[in-house]
């Protein structure tokens, strides 16, 4: 992924649950769409998060928003919601070695699914609630 690409408007959103994030790639689109106005805001698990090879701290320096879920062992949630509207869930991480020809992912992308990205949001969004701001 090298850019993830919303509808113009003010109302343009990003929203993220990941479990593992070292994919540079990703940062960098992620990073690239909040310089365009876009409202990133992703939700990690804090321990895979904090470890070095994620690119989190990446993103929460370029001001993104981040949180970071310490109540369960693990957040192991894999997708994005873009604009209220499309979803992308599955098995992927997203992780250098999630993209290599390695490991056996699957990535569904649900596009003009407002009911299913309304879903999405509203699990997100509890995700959100119950993180703790990075740090």
């Known amino acids: 992924m090298n850019e993830v690409r919303t509808r113009p408007g003010n109302d343009a959103t990003i929203l993220v649950a990941a479990y593992a ?3 540079l790639p990703i940062a960098r689109a992620l990073i690239a769409a909040h310089d365009r106005g876009v409202k990133v805001a992703v939700v990690a698990d804090a321990t895979e998060n904090r470890k070095p090879a994620s690119k989190v701290r990446m993103l929460m320096e ?3 928003a981040v949180r970071f879920d310490n109540r369960l ?3 192991h949630h894999k997708f ?3 604009d209220g509207t499309a979803v992308e869930t599955g ?3 997203f992780t250098k070695a999630a993209a290599s020809e390695q490991h056996a992912e699957n990535a569904c ?3 003009n699914s407002p009911q299913m990205a309304a879903t999405f949001t509203g699990a997100w969004q509890r995700l959100w609630r119950e993180s703790d701001p990075a740090s």
Do not use: K
């Open 21 to 23: 994030f070292t994919s």
């Open 62 to 64: 370029s001001g993104v």
């Open 73 to 75: 062992q693990m957040l």
């Open 80 to 82: 994005l919601v873009l």
């Open 91 to 93: 098995s992927f991480n």
């Open 109 to 111: 992308v649900f596009r």
